[in-house]
Nanobody, 122 residues
Framework: QVRLVESGGGLVQAGNSLRVSCAAS?????MGWFRQAPGKNREFIAN????????NYADSVKGRFTISRDNAKTTVFLQMNSLKPEDTAVYYC??????????????????WGQGIQVTVSS
């Protein structure tokens, strides 16, 4: 069983930066991040493969957010720069992409963290 624990969320002013982390135990898989704002569907943000390569990003965050993994490949980071109020959401860490399922579909991932709040004030 894989356990995902997110950390690093909080309140930040627009234009500033924040880094969230996700520590995984129980296996090494493709990992990524989704987010969900109030009243909206879960949205794919980014993912990265087991070796720490081949990142994918949503158009809404491309150029502002960077996903990476530590050398042990057990922790994934999401560096968020130039934050906007519309980035406010609960951010979820995900792991284990199912086969050839689209990486941007929430149902394509087996494991989910509990989520962490990121709030960007204007």
């Amino acid at each position: 069983q894989v356990r995902l624990v997110e950390s690093g969320g909080g309140l930040v002013q627009a234009g500033n930066s924040l880094r969230v982390s996700c520590a995984a135990s129980g296996g090494t898989y493709t990992m990524g991040w989704f987010r969900q704002a109030p009243g909206k569907n879960r949205e794919f943000i980014a993912n990265i493969d087991r070796s720490g390569g081949s990142p994918n990003y949503a158009d809404s965050v491309k150029g502002r957010f960077t996903i990476s993994r530590d050398n042990a490949k057990t922790t994934v980071f999401l560096q968020m720069n130039s934050l906007k109020p519309e980035d406010t959401a609960v951010y979820y860490c995900v792991a284990r992409l199912l086969g050839s399922d689209p990486y941007y579909y929430a149902k394509s991932y087996v494991y989910w963290g509990q989520g962490i709040q990121v709030t960007v004030s204007s």
